[in-house]
Structures are given as structure tokens and as C-alpha cells.
């Protein structure tokens, strides 16, 4: 199966390092694309060259290609979208998303910007072309939490869901609560050690985790809400001495996203819980609890971020695709 | 607001509320040092509240027992444990009044409260009528930083603490305060 690459930063470089690894999988680099510079090869692209020029040039091909020019040469199979968000517009990924799934190719991507600009028309693009748009790496990284919802847990009708779906905060407050460091302290760890991005605004506002829910959301029952929806607070007016009321009670507080239509409830929160609920795990990690009519609860948990943690869920969706898809053309 | 010495009636547990029970109970107990204080030992001892002891001496109470009324507060849970304990102990339970359930949820609130009233913040839930303010635990870092209480509401049912717990989150709205409240299990 052809993949072309749009994107080559922590995860497209991820994805490069798992194509040249595990040859076996049998995924074929034929296009790979940064914001300045392409490489396409029907033939097929050695994943190390392409990373090893990145390494050197900061530029993976030729000067003067581009990501339209993959789109245009169609020699793919699946378009692997990753690059960088943004929320408001889903651009420049909303663009390639649309054309690859236009032009009948199917699409992986980790990138939540499209799918918060347009979920529902990406949805039925690809339903009428009869391809895939798989988007597991977009929440909670290497969790599959897309695969359950949609494939483990088929049959059941999910009642709720709730998750740590934001690294960064989990990180901070976990923080907090075993050091008692001050948020701004916190927060300072936090970008020294790269869990926070230099504005960390998006994470810790609870922007990041709102618009995952909404993912979650749209995925489990297909209701088309947005970001506008969502009920946010982030965690940046916590104080130590709430953690310290809440341990008191033997609690911790964790940043929550929370959506269940039965309860009319869609938001992210800072909440207490007690300590030995499932979803106070610790540091930068994410975890989702689906509650089901059949299943009972099921609490998923792992690493929500990193390079090769994030290319596991793309390269999942690939094989998935070309299971369903690929080999039986 | 009421005081509640003795019990930490925050609570964030199930489902972050405690359903609890206003009792009054009369005993007899014999008149002689020592018995009253045995008798309410227990009730401390299953967590339960004392809110009043009232001694009555009956005319048709012989003379070597005495009348006790209490009223007391006690996780629904744990009163038939304390009920058994107390006849095991000899107590005799003349009536056992109307019982009262008690809803209690604590939820952590964030920003300036003394400045923004926290008198006032406290009447609108206790002037409802429904719902009293149970305890309040304020902690004040230093001048001019936020300052983070622990509230804790009580109501006598579920439905009116949440309209108990919508007011309150219109005030901090109102007040510019972060409320910060215990995730409920999802229902089974
Ligand atoms: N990092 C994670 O752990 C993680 C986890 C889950 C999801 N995600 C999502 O995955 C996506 C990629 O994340 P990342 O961390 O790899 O981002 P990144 O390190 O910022 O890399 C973004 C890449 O996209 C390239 N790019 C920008 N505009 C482009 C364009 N118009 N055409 C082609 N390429 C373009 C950039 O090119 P240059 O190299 O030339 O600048 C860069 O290589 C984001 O949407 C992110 O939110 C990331």
C-alpha cells in the first residue's frame, strides 16, 4: 500500500521511523512533503535518506515541489495528514483532506484541526467516495480510543464518556499535588521539560482537551457538535491549596472532559475526584472511560503524546485500512 | 450556617454527596453517673452529630431512669448499626423520631471571596430555604491572591441540591469565582 507523508515534525517523523523499521508492514513512502519542500517517488522512498536530508537541509525533497504537488500526482494510496493545528480554520490540513478524500484516496491524520472545522462533511466525503478518514492519533495518542468506540465496543450504546484527555495539564496538576508547586511553578517544569509549548494557552485553558472531546463525542453518537458547544474551564485560576483540600478528603482535582447526551453534558472542567478512581493517573498521561449498556465501563489508558506513541495510532490506521480496503480490491 | 464541631461533614465521596439523617431519638437510661455520657458514646463513635440533648424528667418514668431526647445527624448507612449497638448496650429506645435525609456535596471554590462577599455568597444558599450552608473552610494565601474554600452544602433532596448547586454556580459566575466540583460516578 502507497502512503504519502504531508507533514514532517515530531509524528510525520515517527511514522518515517516505523516505515523504515518494520519493512514487513509493507507500507510504501511514496510522497512526503514539508512546509517547504516534496519528495514523490510512484516507486517507492527509503523513509531513513528522506529523514537523514531532513536532518541535514531542514528540508525533506526538492525546493519548489510541494504538498499540492503529492495531491496532484495521486501516486498514493493513503494520505497521512500531519501538520500542524489550527483549530479555527483546520487549514492547511483541511485542504489536503478534502482533495485527497475528493479524489477518492483515503486519509490518516493526527491532526484535530480538520476534524473540529469539519467532521461531518469529511464524514460524508469519504462515505460517497467510498473511502476511508481514520483519525485515531487525534485523541489521546497512542490510546485506541477511536478503534474501541468504533470497532471493539460496536454493538453498546455509550452513555457517557469522560477522560484526561490533555497531557500537559494532567502533568502540571499531578504536580501540584504531589509537590505542592504553585501552577505558575508547575507550568515552568512543564515547558522546561517540553510537555508545554512555548504559549501553552490552548493546553491549559482546556482548549486541547475541548476540542478532543468533541471528537469523542461526534464519533460515539454522530451529533455534529463543535467547539461552541463545549462548557470550558481550564486549570489555569487552580491554587495549591484547592489540591490541598481536596487531599484532605483523600481527593485529588484533574482536568475532566465530560460529554453524555442522556445528560445533556458536554464540557471540561477541573474536578474533584477521589483518589483511587481510574482516571487519576499521573504525569503526562491520558486516559478514557466509556460507559456502555452492555460492556459496563471500560477505562483505556496510555501515553497521549510523543513521536513514536502517536505514529503507533497512524500506523494502526493504516493497516486497518488496508485490511478493510486494499486487499480485497 | 451551623456548626458542625466534631464531624467533617465535607465529603466528596459517592457520587460526591453523603446522604445523611436528621433523628431524634428518646432513651431511657438509668439514672446514675456515667449512663448519659455511655449512651452517646457510641453516636460519636459511628460518626454521628450531636446537635441537642434535651433531659426529661416524666412523671411516669420511674424513679431510678431519666428521659433523654437527642438529635442527631448520622450517615443514613450507619443508623441501624448505631440503633443495634445501643440496645445491645442496655440503652432503652423509647421512640425514634422522624427521620430527616440530609444531602450533603462539597465542591472547592476559587478567587477572591472575601471581597466579593462571602457573606453574602453563603445567605443566597442559606435564604432559599431548602439548602443551608453545612461548612465553610477557607484558606487565605495573602493579600490580593485568591483565596480557596472548601463549601459545603446540605439539602433534603437530591433535586434540591442541585437546584441548591445551580444558585451557587450562578453566583461564582456572577462573583467571577472558579467552582471546582467532585465528577460524578456515571450512573450504572
Ligand atoms: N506531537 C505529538 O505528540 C502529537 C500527538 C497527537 C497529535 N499531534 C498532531 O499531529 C500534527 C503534527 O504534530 P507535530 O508535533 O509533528 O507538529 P510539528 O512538529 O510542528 O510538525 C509539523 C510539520 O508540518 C509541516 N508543515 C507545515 N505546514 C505545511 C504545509 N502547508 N504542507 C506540508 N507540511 C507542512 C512542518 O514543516 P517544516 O518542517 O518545514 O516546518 C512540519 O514538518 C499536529 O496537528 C498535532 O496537533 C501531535
Given amino acids: 500500500m502507497r502512503i504519502a507523508v504531508l507533514g514532517l515534525g515530531a509524528v510525520g517523523k515517527g511514522v518515517l521511523r516505523v516505515l523504515g523499521e518494520k519493512p514487513e508492514l509493507g507500507l510504501v513512502l511514496t510522497g512526503v512533503a514539508d512546509s517547504t519542500s516534496a519528495w514523490i517517488d510512484p516507486a517507492g522512498i527509503d523513509p531513513q535518506t528522506v529523514l537523514d536530508r531532513k536532518c541535514e537541509t531542514n528540508r525533506c525533497g526538492s525546493e519548489g515541489r510541494s504538498a499540492a504537488d503529492i495531491l496532484d500526482s495521486g501516486a498514493y ?3 497521512v495528514e500531519v501538520t500542524p493545528t489550527n483549530a479555527a480554520t483546520g487549514e492547511p490540513a483541511l485542504t489536503h483532506i478534502r482533495r485527497a478524500l475528493g479524489t477518492g484516496h483515503h ?5 484535530k484541526g480538520p476534524l473540529a472545522a469539519a467532521h461531518t462533511e469529511l464524514e460524508e466525503l469519504a462515505r460517497e467516495q467510498g473511502v476511508a478518514l481514520r483519525y485515531e492519533a487525534t485523541v489521546g495518542g497512542a490510546i485506541p480510543v477511536i478503534h474501541a468506540i468504533t470497532r471493539g465496543l460496536i454493538g453498546n450504546k455509550f452513555h457517557s464518556i469522560t477522560g484526561v484527555l490533555n497531557g500537559t495539564c494532567n502533568y502540571i496538576l499531578t504536580r501540584m499535588d504531589d509537590e505542592g508547586l504553585t501552577y505558575e511553578q508547575a507550568l515552568a517544569e512543564a515547558r522546561q521539560l517540553g510537555y508545554a509549548e ?21 464519533t460515539c453518537w454522530n451529533l455534529g457538535v463543535t467547539l ?6 481550564g486549570i489555569d485560576g487552580l491554587t495549591v491549596d484547592a489540591l490541598r483540600l481536596a487531599a484532605d478528603q483523600d481527593c485529588t482535582i484533574r482536568l475532566i472532559g465530560e460529554a453524555s447526551p442522556e445528560r445533556g453534558l458536554l464540557r471540561v472542567a477541573p474536578r474533584v475526584l477521589p483518589r483511587s478512581h481510574p482516571l487519576v493517573i499521573e504525569g503526562t498521561l491520558n486516559a478514557v472511560m466509556l460507559s456502555t449498556d452492555l460492556a459496563g465501563e471500560v477505562t483505556l489508558m496510555g ?10 495510532a497512524i500506523i494502526g490506521d493504516l493497516l486497518s485500512i488496508r485490511d478493510r480496503f486494499v486487499e480485497c480490491r | 450556617m451551623t456548626n458542625n464541631e466534631g464531624l467533617s461533614s465535607a465529603s466528596f465521596k459517592v457520587s460526591g454527596e453523603v446522604v445523611s439523617v436528621h433523628v431524634s431519638m428518646k432513651l431511657e437510661i438509668k439514672d446514675s453517673p456515667g449512663q448519659l455520657v455511655a449512651a452517646l458514646t457510641p453516636i460519636s463513635e459511628y460518626g454521628g452529630n450531636i446537635i441537642a440533648v434535651i433531659h426529661q424528667r416524666e412523671p411516669e418514668t420511674s424513679s431510678d431512669t431519666l428521659g433523654v431526647q437527642i438529635v442527631l445527624e448520622i450517615e443514613h448507612e450507619r443508623l441501624d448499626t448505631l440503633v443495634a449497638t445501643l440496645k445491645r448496650q442496655g440503652v432503652n429506645i423509647l421512640r425514634l423520631g422522624e427521620e430527616r435525609m440530609l444531602h450533603r456535596q462539597s465542591v472547592i471554590m476559587i478567587g477572591h471571596l472575601i471581597h466579593t462577599d462571602i457573606g453574602d455568597t453563603i445567605d443566597r444558599i442559606d435564604r432559599t430555604g431548602f439548602a443551608e450552608v453545612a461548612e465553610l473552610n477557607v484558606q487565605m494565601p495573602g493579600i490580593s491572591e485568591p483565596s480557596t474554600a472548601l463549601i ?6 437530591r433535586s434540591e441540591m442541585d437546584r441548591a448547586l445551580d444558585l451557587l454556580r450562578s453566583v461564582a459566575t456572577e462573583k467571577g469565582l472558579l467552582i471546582v466540583e467532585p465528577l460524578e460516578e456515571a450512573e450504572r
Fill in chain 1, 77 to 79: 494510496d493513503v494520505l
Fill in chain 2, 152 to 157: 459545603t452544602i446540605k439539602a433534603t433532596t
Fill in chain 1, 198 to 218: 512555548a504559549d501553552p494557552t490552548y493546553d491549559v485553558r482546556g482548549i486541547d482537551a475541548a476540542i478532543k472531546l468533541v471528537i469523542l463525542a461526534n
Fill in chain 1, 303 to 312: 501515553r497521549g503524546a510523543g513521536s513514536i506513541e502517536t505514529a503507533s
Fill in chain 1, 228 to 233: 461552541d458547544d463545549v462548557s470550558i474551564t
Fill in chain 1, 107 to 111: 486519509v490518516v491524520t493526527s491532526n
